[in-house]
């Protein structure tokens, strides 16, 4: 019956069943069904999400995004402020995105209106560009953008701007921008103006009479759409004479503000900045970089506590006065008092570890940063070709996301602004003195935006692959001139009016200034290229 026994301690057996008495007795009538719980050790589970000993320090309760900047959103842009100003990887972080963001051009606006034309003759419609449009569009457009128009105080030109935007939106996490419209504000009846994000104050939450609910400034509906922000009149530790008393806010309408960061959860009201996770390992490097500095410093120097042994002190000091200490001045040495002797004080510090420990936390810090370590470090100590441009690639990569999204949020919205506005009041001229129509909006809208590119270490590499991309009909030179951050029209308009400054002035240019011609992908060919093509 050894079966039997096993049969009774089963651990396979239902939980509440009971065993048969014997071998004729007839099964139990099964239980009411009841959901019971397998032991924990037959559980397969996260072992992150599972409770120990070892993890009680880790965060284990959700709360919205909302929440926590809430609590913590002050505090955060106030730290990483400081560091921006005054912590020299953050200061170059902050240079590093205006860098490679924005450049020292600007991003390049390329108007791409087009003729549509149909041939009869051909059956079918052709569409070409409205070049006498887009150098119109692009004219005024560089006019707006010069300093002292597009933007109101008359402080900053549209490149400014957009390399004081970057800065912000990556040291605040969020940038704050005003539409403004109005025949008196320039020709073109449009400008912008950059306020400072703490106008937008975190802890204004209300509930308005219209149903709608105002969150850390920021007015929604039910869908959660931003409909109006509340922006207090001044910064609220402004203080002087021409500062107002008391909170006065103003409900500006959503139409008329850019409030511009980069989301990173859903239902998230307000962005916080991009160096939050490096906030702490900044500072604590910062203030270890400061204490190993003046440790270096007492090491060298002579430091030391006059010692005698009896306890009495030294000449000329009073009863109760603390034993002196005595610090050498660079290049002396003070003469020792009868009968004492010199106890030294030597620092240990900075040790041989110290600039390995550095590089370790450096590489955390770009890490969260999203940077190479090499770039924000500014060491190049060990680095290759290779290795250099693996993480170049990653680097890039990430400033050409940050790109499309100041395109989509910010440069779009103010071109059809502007070009609305400029229409409407006819400040668009073509070459013949004509005004681009008002009616012909949807057509003149058409464009695009170039950010800046860059040059690699060994350019001479690309430029071949890129040439040999192009004859092998892999690429196009218009792919290859936005690769490097130029418009191929006005490449070709530079190299057609360098070619007639040439013939104007008779001048024999050698073969190494001619600009190259594409030879045909098809090299089989039996017939040789024409040299005097």
Same mark, same amino acid.
């Given at each position: 019956?050894?079966?039997?026994?096993?049969?009774?301690?089963?651990?396979?057996?239902?939980?509440?069943?009971?065993?048969?008495?014997?071998?004729?007795?007839?099964?139990?009538?099964?239980?009411?069904?009841?959901?019971? $719980?397998?032991?924990?050790?037959?559980?397969?589970?996260?072992?992150?999400?599972?409770?120990?000993?070892?993890?009680?320090?880790?965060?284990?309760?959700?709360?919205?995004?909302?929440?926590?900047?809430?609590?913590?959103?002050?505090?955060?842009?106030?730290?990483?402020?400081?560091?921006?100003?005054?912590?020299?990887?953050?200061?170059?972080?902050?240079?590093?995105?205006?860098?490679?963001?924005?450049?020292?051009?600007?991003?390049?606006?390329?108007?791409?209106?087009?003729?549509?034309?149909?041939?009869?003759?051909?059956?079918?419609?052709?569409?070409?560009?409205?070049?006498?449009?887009?150098?119109?569009?692009?004219?005024?457009?560089?006019?707006?953008?010069?300093?002292?128009?597009?933007?109101?105080?008359?402080?900053?030109?549209?490149?400014?701007?957009?390399?004081?935007?970057?800065?912000?939106?990556?040291?605040?996490?969020?940038?704050?921008?005003? $539409?403004?419209?109005?025949?008196?504000?320039?020709?073109?009846?449009?400008?912008l103006q950059i306020l400072d994000i703490d106008r937008l104050?975190?802890?204004?939450?209300?509930?308005?009479?219209?149903?709608?609910?105002?969150?850390?400034?920021?007015?929604?509906?039910?869908?959660?759409?931003?409909?109006?922000?509340?922006?207090?009149?001044?910064?609220?530790?402004?203080?002087?004479? =021409?500062?107002?008393?008391?909170?006065?806010?103003? $409900?500006?309408?959503?139409?008329?503000?850019?409030?511009?960061?980069?989301?990173?959860?859903?239902?998230?009201?307000?962005?916080?900045?991009?160096?939050?996770?490096?906030?702490?390992?900044?500072?604590?490097?910062?203030?270890?970089?400061?204490?190993?500095?003046?440790?270096?410093?007492?090491?060298?120097?002579?430091?030391?506590?006059?010692?005698?042994?009896?306890?009495?002190?030294?000449?000329?000091? =009073?009863?109760?006065?603390?034993?002196?200490?005595?610090?050498?001045?660079?290049?002396?040495?003070?003469?020792?008092?009868?009968?004492?002797?010199?106890?030294?004080?030597?620092?240990q510090y900075p040790s041989a570890v110290y600039g390995e420990?550095?590089?370790?936390?450096?590489?955390?810090?770009?890490?969260?940063?999203?940077?190479?370590?090499?770039?924000?470090?500014?060491?190049?100590?060990?680095?290759?070709?290779?290795?250099?441009?693996?993480?170049?690639?990653?680097?890039?990569?990430?400033?050409?996301?940050?790109?499309?999204?100041?395109?989509?949020?910010?440069?779009?919205?103010?071109?059809?602004?502007?070009?609305?506005?400029?229409?409407?009041?006819?400040?668009?001229?073509?070459?013949?003195?004509?005004?681009?129509?008002?009616?012909?909006?949807?057509?003149?809208?058409?464009?695009?935006?170039? =950010?800046?590119?860059?040059?690699?270490?060994?350019?001479?590499?690309?430029?071949?692959?890129?040439?040999?991309?192009?004859?092998?009909?892999?690429?196009?030179?218009? $792919?290859?001139?936005?690769?490097?951050?130029?418009?191929?029209?006005?490449?070709?308009?530079?190299?057609?009016?360098?070619?007639?400054?040439?013939?104007?002035?008779?001048?024999?240019?050698?073969?190494?200034?001619?600009?190259?011609?594409?030879?045909?992908?098809?090299?089989?060919?039996?017939n040789p290229p024409n040299a005097n093509q």
């Amino acid at each position: 019956m050894a079966w039997y026994h096993h049969l009774l301690r089963n651990p396979f057996l239902p939980s509440g069943s009971a065993a048969p008495t014997a071998l004729t007795d007839p099964a139990p009538a099964p239980a009411s069904p009841q959901v019971t $719980r397998p032991h924990s050790s037959r559980v397969r589970s996260f072992a992150a999400g599972t409770p120990s000993r070892l993890t009680a320090g880790l965060v284990s309760a959700n709360s919205s995004l909302d929440s926590d900047l809430l609590v913590s959103l002050n505090t955060l842009r106030a730290r990483s402020r400081h560091l921006t100003q005054n912590n020299p990887y953050g200061v170059k972080y902050l240079a590093m995105v205006s860098a490679n963001v924005v450049g020292h051009q600007g991003f390049t606006l390329q108007a791409r209106c087009s003729e549509s034309k149909y041939l009869k003759t051909k059956a079918k419609l052709v569409v070409t560009p409205d070049n006498i449009a887009n150098r119109a569009l692009e004219a005024a457009f560089a006019v707006w953008s010069e300093r002292g128009t597009c933007e109101v105080t008359g402080k900053h030109s549209f490149a400014d701007l957009c390399r004081l935007f970057a800065r912000t939106v990556a040291g605040d996490g969020e940038v704050l921008v005003r $539409r403004l419209r109005g025949k008196t504000l320039n020709a073109f009846g449009y400008a912008l103006q950059i306020l400072d994000i703490d106008r937008l104050e975190v802890n204004y939450n209300a509930q308005q009479a219209n149903g709608n609910i105002v969150r850390m400034g920021v007015e929604i509906d039910t869908y959660g759409r931003p409909v109006a922000y509340w922006l207090r009149g001044t910064h609220p530790n402004d203080s002087g004479p =021409g500062v107002g008393v008391g909170v006065q806010r103003e $409900r500006v309408p959503a139409a008329d503000i850019f409030h511009c960061f980069i989301a990173s959860r859903p239902e998230q009201r307000r962005g916080y900045p991009w160096m939050a996770a490096a906030i702490e390992s900044l500072y604590h490097l910062g203030e270890l970089d400061q204490s190993a500095l003046v440790a270096a410093r007492k090491g060298a120097d002579t430091l030391g506590f006059f010692v005698s042994p009896d306890g009495s002190l030294p000449n000329g000091a =009073g009863e109760g006065a603390d034993p002196p200490i005595e610090v050498s001045v660079a290049g002396t040495f003070d003469t020792l008092p009868e009968g004492y002797d010199l106890r030294a004080y030597e620092s240990q510090y900075p040790s041989a570890v110290y600039g390995e420990y550095v590089k370790a936390n450096l590489r955390r810090v770009a890490s969260a940063l999203g940077v190479s370590y090499n770039g924000l470090a500014n060491d190049l100590e060990g680095v290759n070709f290779s290795s250099i441009r693996a993480g170049l690639l990653e680097e890039r990569e990430l400033w050409m996301q940050i790109q499309d999204w100041m395109i989509d949020a910010f440069l779009i919205p103010v071109y059809r602004d502007w070009l609305q506005m400029a229409l409407g009041l006819g400040a668009v001229v073509m070459e013949n003195g004509s005004a681009l129509p008002a009616a012909k909006y949807d057509k003149f809208a058409v464009h695009t935006w170039q =950010g800046r590119r860059w040059p690699w270490v060994d350019p001479l590499k690309d430029i071949e692959a890129a040439i040999s991309a192009v004859n092998a009909g892999l690429d196009s030179p218009q $792919r290859q001139a936005a690769e490097q951050g130029r418009d191929i029209e006005d490449v070709l308009d530079d190299i057609s009016a360098f070619q007639a400054m040439v013939k104007e002035k008779g001048i024999v240019l050698s073969s190494a200034v001619v600009p190259p011609k594409f030879q045909p992908a098809d090299s089989s060919s039996t017939n040789p290229p024409n040299a005097n093509q």
